[in-house]
């Protein structure tokens, strides 16, 4: 019996990612790598436990386990739906590489609000760098907050080795806000967008004063304030994307 004041947690499958998925012409899928290892060392996932994986399609498969081996398991997939939990508007971060761990914080928050993909850049007075290594452990951060969000897709992490790259990019937006510490007004309203946007942020250092002109006159984006107190650069990116997705209804 349930106590008075007390909620019952509700467990729900173990969710992994795949290779894509050819269901329903094969419906038997082997999970290994880094998913196995997880699986087996932390999840103790066994024979006959239900899971759910995910092949980045937007779909859900759910599967049961049929057998369990040192390097890797195996799946039957008994059943699909489409996932729900994913963003309805198209919402891009692009964020100014940041120090230490912070870069891969901006990535776990800006996934589970919901953005559908985060260009990482360098800036002229950004400090960090990011090799092959680097980028592959931001897109296992950005899968791993997709499991723990029960998002369906996982945001592509993508490195720009400047500016002007990473604003090159995303022409096809159809609101381009760019967050200026030094900007005096914001010139887009941020509370009445729709539509797909894209959220350029900069690293501790800020952005120059040709980079913030470069990006208004030769791209289009319009300069956002975010109050009046200077916030961290982690901060301003994830505060920015929490804004952006409720504004746009994402977050009913």
């Keep these: 019996m349930e106590r008075i004041g007390v909620r019952q947690k509700m467990s729900t499958p173990h969710r992994f990612f795949v290779s894509p998925v050819n269901y329903p012409e094969e419906s038997e899928v082997v999970i290994d790598g880094d998913e196995f290892v997880h ?3 932390v999840l103790r996932v066994e024979e006959g436990s239900e899971i759910v994986l995910l092949d980045n399609s937007g779909n859900e ?21 489409v996932g729900d939990k ?21 990535v776990q928050k800006a996934t589970e609000l919901g953005v559908s993909s985060i260009g990482v850049f360098r800036s002229r007075y950004c400090s960090a760098y990011l090799n092959e290594n680097k980028i592959e452990r931001l897109n296992k951060v950005a899968r791993e907050a997709t499991k723990q969000c ?71 984006f319009a300069g956002i304030t975010l109050g009046k107190r200077i916030l961290r650069a982690e901060t301003a990116a994830i505060s920015a994307c929490a804004i952006v997705m409720f504004c746009l209804g994402e977050m009913e």
């Excluded at 049929?66 to 739906?81: L, Q, Y």
């Design 150 to 220: 029960l998002r369906s897709v996982a945001p592509k992490v993508e490195y720009f080795e400047d500016l002007e790259s990473a604003l090159a990019s995303v022409q096809g937006y159809k609101n381009k806000l760019f967050a200026c510490e030094f900007a005096g007004r914001s010139d887009a309203d941020i509370t009445r967008i729709d539509g797909s946007a894209v959220i350029v942020v900069g690293s501790e250092g800020g952005f120059s004063d040709d980079e913030y002109k470069i990006a208004r006159e030769k791209y289009g």
């Design 39 to 41: 699986a087996k060392t």
């Design 86 to 106: 994913q963003a309805k508007t198209d919402v891009c971060l692009l964020c100014g590489a940041l120090k230490g761990d912070k870069t891969e914080l901006v």
């Design 61 to 81: 498969y759910t599967a049961i386990v049929t057998s369990v081996g040192k390097r890797s398991f195996s799946a039957h997939i008994a059943a699909v739906n």
